[in-house]
Each structure stands twice: as structure tokens, then as C-alpha cells.
């Protein structure tokens, strides 16, 4: 793994900005959030431009698709990237329009409210070794109220024989990239909310000096700046490596830890103002509450990371 | 699982007695939202509740006979307050504590002639008027000025108000905000402020919602050309930071009342059965984790209380207590979330509302770095200038 960005990444990635400038952003997320909307436009506008199909492209692959769910992230890009740039590409199956489901619900549960499950056509179910991938009829999804940016529904159960039973093993596929997708949709919002709070902590005056000047701050931010690498590169190194068990659970564990702090932290030192919502603070840091829920969160991350080290017996 | 922490340790007999009194009267009053206002409807209730508790007496509980009060101990507003949250029923109000408190210590006798029987019986409600944009933890950068009118058809005796407040708690349903504000030159810090009692529908003050997390909801107050009285100022001019640091040490007891932890743990864990979560030992003993520190908060809790009973400086264990406290009762709120599990992020269950409500307890009444700041400074002496 090349730890310098190639200059076809730093194209690819610049032109995905241009795009995100005008398709997501702050005022653009605000309004689909508000009416708890899929942005269909930008949806198409990625497949034009070829962004959904990084992940097998030959000048590309899995770890620039993962690099663009973190910017799509970052940008509050009302859509499903983990699917759509990682999850159907590494199941080699063909891309879907709209938005498309993920749930890995345990043996015999049904799966809990999933992110845009009142407007998906498509879910892609996890269960202990293969992947079932069925249609959903939005019309019987059952939406529930979501105060965490994405809007939330329970989809109705997937009646055994639906859909297509894909191979042996493909549930792991599914668990390695959702977990490397929402670990890097995680990074991009967690690098907006740090730097938003960094800018704060020189900006504000208190006591007649920058906010950052107080060395009580400056080491927690030092700190969220250790987690957020640690994060980072453990989150590119799983995605290059194609997502093993070990790697993408050791990287979702490390980001949810690190989600955790700077979650606390980031509120913390912005103050009263951060807590309002007319500061845009909340828009990532309300989201990241949403994705530490997936997947069976921090305890099921440090379990899959266990018993892929040690087996089963270990977890 | 059974909660079987307990706070009923140390109390006497007729303090306990009272608590049973207490709870009585809060079956009247379940259902009543008044410590998280999650509908800003609850506001009236809270109202009619604060009416109902002065005519009983027990927003004076403490306050001495001569004033109307019932001269008891703070032990008893502790027990009240503590049942009332865990009840969520509502917070200790403004007005019969903090500002009540500070009148009989810095008011004239006509101020306490004026105040003191309404705010006794719970018919005038306070906000306090401290934070500005420019001025959180550093509350000697207050700004809103009241200047002195030397002539014109009002002057003298009587001051114009400029300046806005933020971050106003209740200011949308108080009669009166309880403002600090700048009367020495713009440089003075905490040597040029003073407390004036401003009605707040007098001409010029402006109130407007700023909307949180939790779907509360906060205000911005706006001063533009308001004329005060100077006999509604408390204290001496340019004296009002001691009024108001002398204003908090009083309060101290009931500004967070344990009880709200031991509740939301109690609703953590139901949540915990009610998914099926609560048979994992990770989940378990992170629950067991959790209320080892609720009871290490109400160890705290009895501790600043018995500091305030005995006269003692209480700013340390207050500040022992806010910080132990407010970051568990985030913890407890974080936990459903970090179990992993979406059914904690649908809007407003018990345990998903906790989150968005918890992250703002370590701001309000002082922040987690100004009271660790204090401890460091007042327990040990630590401090920059050596
Ligand atoms: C729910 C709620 C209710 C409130 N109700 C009222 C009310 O009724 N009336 C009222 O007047 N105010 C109220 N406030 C305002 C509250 O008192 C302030 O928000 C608080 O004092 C912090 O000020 P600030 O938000 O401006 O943050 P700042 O003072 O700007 O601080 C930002 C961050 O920096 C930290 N910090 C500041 N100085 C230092 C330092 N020297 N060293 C290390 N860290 C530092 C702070 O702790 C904080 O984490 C309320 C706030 C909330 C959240």
C-alpha cells in the first residue's frame, strides 16, 4: 500500500468534490434531511461520472471507492455509498437504483430500523454464511421517527425463498465491506466535526485568549488527532487488504472508539452553541450516532475481531 | 435486575417522613414533564405545580422564619428536589431558590417586601440572565451595559439596559430575568458589574427560542433601550459578582439532584430487558460498571449537602459533584447507544432521548473544564499566578 495519494487519486478525488460541491454540502443536507429524503439526483449524478464503479475499475479499485464513501460522507451526501461503492461491487452483483438496505440481523431476528428502509427496492441480508439479496417493497416498510440526520424505517421481513441466495461465504463479504464502508463514512464526518472544532477553538476569545491556548484543550484535541488516524489508516489498510474479517472489524472497533471520544469531545469544547440547532456541529456528529449503531456496534466489532484472530471460541 | 444502590442513608426520621410526603404529593403529578420541558406545553403544568408547592410551603423550606419561610434544614429541599427528578417532574425553580436567597442577603427590605411573598408561593417565576455570545466560562466578559440616567423624563435614579443575553433557560415563560450586567467601564471585568431585576415585558426586551438537540429549547433576550429602576439592583453597584458568587454557593445542594441518575439507569436497564440485550455479560457489566458510579454520585450528593448544613465552602464538593455527575449521566445515555443496537435511535424512546438531553448537562450551570479548574485552583492552590 502506497501511502502517498497517486495522482490518479488526487483527480478522482478533487473532481468527486466539484461534484459534492454542487450535490451535497450543509444547505443541500439540511433540506433533504429535514424531509428525511434519498437524493436521487446525486445518486445519478455519482453513476454518471463513474464514481459507483471504482471499486472494479482498472485505474481504481476498493481503496479509492473507499476513499470516496469517506468524501460522500463528509459531504452529507444524502445517499447509500456502502452499498452502492462497495458492498454489490465485491458481491460482483449488477448496480441498483435508489437506495438499497444493509442488515445483519442475528439468527432468527428480524433486523432493526435501517438507514432510507422506507424508500429502499433492495436489501442486502446478512445471515451466518450467506448473503440473501431481495427485493423490498418501500410500500410495507414501516418508517420510524429518526432525530440522527438519516431518516430510519423497519423494511418487512424477507420471507425465506425470496430473493437470491448468493453462494457460500458471501456474508462475510458483506460484514468486511460494511464495515470498512461505515468506518470510512465515519472517518470523513468525524474529519469535518474536528476541524470545525479546531477552527472554533482559534477563533473564540475567552479569558482574553484563543480557546485553544488552554493547554486542557489543546491535549484533547492532540488525542482526537491520535484516534483519527489510527483510525484512518487502519480503515485504507482494511479496504486494501479487500476487507478481511480480522482488518474490517479491528478498523470498525477502532473508529467506533474513536467516534465515541470525539463525539464527547467536539461538544464539549464547542460549547453552548454547539448544542444548537442552528450550528452545523450537530449534522455530523448526530449522523455518527446512527452508523456505532450498525452492524452490532462496538461489542459485536471487538467479538468478529476476536474470534477472526483467535476462532469463535474466543468471542 | 434489581436497583438496590441507596441514598436513604443519613437522613432523620422526620426528613424521611417528609420524603414520603413528597411522594404522595407526586402521585398528583406523574406524567407532569417539567425537568426535560420535552413539550413546551409542559411549561403551564410547571407553573401550576411551583403555585402548588408554595402553598404548602415548600419553596421556603429553608428560607428563615423571619422571612415566611419554614427554617429547615437543606435537607429537605434535597429531598424534595431529589424526588421531583426522579419523578422528571421538574426542576427546582430560579426565583424561591437562588434569587429568594440572594434577596435576603443583598436586597433591601423593601426588595424582600416586594418579592419575597410571591416568589414564596410560587407565583413569580425567574430566569437568569448571566451567558452572553461573548461571555460563557468567562463570565466577567459580560457586556449588556446599564447606564446610569443622569436627567431626561425618567432620571435619575434609573438605568438604560443595552445588550443581549444567550442561552436563557425559561426566559420564554418567566415574569422576570435576573440579569447581570456591565455598569463600571467596559474594562472592569468582574469589578463593574451589577444584578438588576428586569420585568420581562417591559418595553425593549425581546425574547427568541434558540432550538437544541433535545428539542428544547433556549433563548436569546434582548435589551434595547430598557428602563430599570435603580431600586429594582441588588446590591451595591459594581458589587454584583459577589451577589451572584454568593447567589450560587446557596443552591448548590439542588442543582443536580442524584436521583436523576439512579432513573436513568433504571430506564437504561429496562431498555436493556425489553431488547434482550441485558443476557450478554458485556452488557451486563457494563450496567454494573455504571451503577457503582451512581452510588459514588449520591456518596458525593450527601457529602456537598452536608458541607452546605454545616456552613462550610461548599464550591469544591459542588463542584466534585457537577462533574462526577453530569459525565455518568452522559455515560448512562451513551451506553444504549454504544450496545449496538438501532432501536436506541428511534426519536424520543426513554433511552434515545437521554443521549441528545445528557450532552448538554456538561455546559449548563458551569462547564466540566470551569469546575475542574476549580477544584485545582480552591482545593489545592494550583493556579498560574503561583
Ligand atoms: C442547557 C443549558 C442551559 C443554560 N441555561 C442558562 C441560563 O439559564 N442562564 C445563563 O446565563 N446561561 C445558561 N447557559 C449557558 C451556560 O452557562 C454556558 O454555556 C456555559 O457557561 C459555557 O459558556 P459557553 O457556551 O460560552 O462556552 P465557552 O465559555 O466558550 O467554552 C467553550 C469550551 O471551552 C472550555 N473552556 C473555557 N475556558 C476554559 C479554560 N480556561 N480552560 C479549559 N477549558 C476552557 C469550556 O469548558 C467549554 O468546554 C445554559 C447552557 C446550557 C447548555
Redesign the interface.
Known sequence: MDFERSDTQRALLDALDTLLGRYAGTGRSREPAARGAYDHALESELRTAGFLDLFGDDGAGPLEATLAVERISAALGAVTPVPHLLVLPALGLPAHTGPVALAAPPAGEEPGPVRYGAEAGLILLAGADRCVAAPLDPGQAEPVPSAYGFPLARVAPVASGQGAELPPGTAATVRGWWRVGASAEALGMMRQAFDLTVRYAKDRTVFGRALGSFQALQHRLAELSVLLEGARWLVYEAAFLGAPAEASAVAAAHTTAALRRLTRETHQIMGAVGLTREHDLHLWTLRLQALRAELGGMRAHRRAASAARWGAAAA | MADTVGTDVGFTAEEEAFRGEVLSFLTGYQGLDGYFHRRESSAEGVRKLYRALGERGWLSLSWPREFGGMGRSPAYEFILWDEMAYARVARPPMGPGLVAKALMAHGTPEQCARFLPDLRLGRTNFCLGY?EP?A???LA?VRTRATPLADGPDGPGWYEVDGAK??TSNAHWADHIWLLCRTGAADSRSRGLSVLIVPLDRPGVTVSP????D?GR?NEVRFEGVRVPAADRVGAENDGWRVVASALAVERHVQFPPKRLRRDLRDLVAWTGRTGLDG?P??RRRLSGLAVRVAEVEALALALLGEIISGRPSAVPAAHHKLAGTLLT?DIA?AA????????????SDV?FM??QA??E???GG???VM??LVARQAFGLDSRG
Request: proline share 2%.
Open positions: 451567558s461573548d460563557g466560562s468567562d466578559a444567550c442561552w434558540i432550538p437544541t438537540h428539542g433556549l450478554d458485556v452488557v452522559q451513551r447507544m454504544e450496545f449496538g443496537n438501532s432501536e436506541a435511535l428511534i426519536k424520543d434515545e443521549w441528545r450532552i448538554l456538561t455546559i449548563g462547564t466540566s473544564e475542574r479548574g
